[in-house]
């Protein structure tokens, strides 16, 4: 298992590079899951959905002190990483290698080796992601690559495409999916101080897991909506729709070379 020191000089296990200073930058440095009102405070218990490699959950953990986090990871190569560094933090962790959806059952994960944090059981949809990286090509490419910009336009599209397809080379493994209603039931919580979902295009099915009678023991809920799915044009609306339903008030993060891309930051806070 191979170690990473971060610039704050914690030492981690990691998959893949990008994908650890990535989360690291948007976790510990802008602090994207903690805005618009949304806290951890001591004694909290926390959801972190998506858990990846657990940066979210050390994060946590350093914010506030004793926390009862539940993480789940559902692909089995990123959870004996998360598992690694999850071990020794300042916090009563239960971990999980299981995935939340709608229902229990097993389903096919793509796990993205080069871009671990990306995995996912909903792949993008490759031509919208190619046509938003062109669209914003100096966002997003160049930014990434200075030296793109020489590529001539018309050759753009290939070139962005071609590089996605290596990026995102996946293998394919079964994952067991069970819903959020089912370990609250299990485990007798009583309260979820803060949902945190990032579940790469499944957070539609993990929020579709919460039973009516469970709404109520949420407090916040921070989350990831990635529109760039098939049919995932409108799923910030419809997810916002739904959360105000059950009694939310919904912010948006702010516009970022992620949203271009289509994946927003969405905050509720129960009103």
Not at 52 to 62: D, H, Q
Not at 93 to 105: A, R, S
Not at 223 to 251: A, Q, R, S, Y
Request: aromatic residues 10%; negative net charge.
């Amino acid at each position: 298992m191979k170690e990473l020191t971060l610039p704050n000089r914690d030492i981690i296990y990691y998959i893949d590079e990008l994908t650890a200073l990535y989360i690291y930058n948007e976790i510990f440095v802008e602090k994207e899951y903690l805005k618009r009102g949304i806290n951890i405070k001591d004694n909290d218990i926390i959801f972190d959905v998506g858990a990846n490699i657990g940066l979210f959950s050390r994060f946590a953990s350093s914010h506030a002190s004793n926390l009862e986090i539940y993480a789940f990871e559902p692909i089995l190569p990123i959870f004996k990483v998360l598992e690694a560094n999850l071990k020794d933090i300042n916090a009563e962790v239960n971990l999980f290698n299981i995935g939340l959806g709608k229902e229990e059952k097993d389903i096919e994960f793509y796990y993205y080796p080069k871009v671990s944090g990306d995995s996912t059981a909903i792949p993008f949809e490759l031509e919208r992601k190619t046509e938003l990286h062109v669209k914003h090509y100096k966002e997003t490419i160049c930014q990434d690559i200075p030296i793109a910009k020489i590529v001539p336009k018309f050759l753009r599209k290939w070139v962005v495409k071609k590089g996605l397809k290596k990026v995102y080379e996946s293998e394919k493994m079964t994952c067991h999916i069970v819903p959020l209603s089912s370990i609250i039931e299990k485990y007798n919580i009583e309260h979820i101080n803060l949902l945190k979902i990032d579940a790469e295009n499944y957070e539609k099915h993990v929020i579709e897991g919460i039973k009516e009678h469970d709404w109520n023991k949420i407090e916040q809920i921070s989350m990831e909506v990635h529109t760039h799915i098939p049919g995932g044009e409108n799923l910030l609306d419809e997810i916002t729709d739904f959360l105000e339903d059950k009694g939310f008030k919904i912010k948006y993060g702010g516009e970022t070379r992620e949203t271009i891309l289509g994946v927003h930051m969405l905050y509720a806070i129960k009103e």
